[in-house]
C-alpha cells in the first residue's frame, strides 16, 4: 500500500524557515518523480515544486523561486522541502504528492507564517 507521510510543518514568523520531510513506503520510490504542492485556506491545490527520480533536476513555481529547495533522499524514501525566507502568503497545508496534480498526497502539515 502506498504512504506518503509529511512532516516538519509549524507555526513560524515571517522571514524564518522551516524543512518539511516526506516519509514515502508502498512503491519504488527511486523511479518516480515527486512533487510539493500547498493548499491555502480557500483555496484550490497549488504546484509548488518537483525533482526528477534521480534527485538531479528539480523545478519550481515563481512564487518560491530562490526561497524553497526540493531534495531527495532515494536511499531513505524520503522528499524534503526546505522553506527559507517564508512570508505570510505561504502559509498553506503543505502534501508530497506522486503527481504534479496532487492527485496521490499525503495527509499534509500545515506551515503557517505569522508575527
Known amino acids: 500500500e502506498l504512504q506518503l507521510v509529511e512532516s516538519g510543518g509549524g507555526l513560524v514568523q515571517p522571514g524564518g524557515s522551516l524543512r518539511l520531510s516526506c516519509a514515502s513506503s508502498g512503491f519504488t520510490f527511486s523511479s518516480y518523480w515527486m512533487y510539493w504542492v500547498r493548499q491555502a485556506p480557500g483555496k484550490g491545490l497549488e504546484w509548488v515544486s518537483s525533482?526528477?527520480?534521480?534527485?538531479?533536476?528539480?523545478y519550481y513555481a515563481n512564487s518560491v523561486k530562490g526561497r524553497f529547495t526540493i531534495s531527495k533522499d532515494n536511499a531513505k524514501n524520503t522528499l524534503y522541502l526546505q522553506l527559507n525566507g517564508l512570508k505570510t502568503e505561504d502559509t498553506a497545508m503543505y502534501y508530497c504528492?506522486?503527481?504534479?496534480?496532487?492527485?496521490?498526497r499525503g495527509q499534509g502539515t500545515q506551515v503557517t507564517v505569522s508575527s
Open positions: 525533482i526528477d527520480h534521480g534527485g538531479t533536476n528539480t
Open positions: 504528492a506522486r503527481d504534479s496534480r496532487g492527485n496521490t
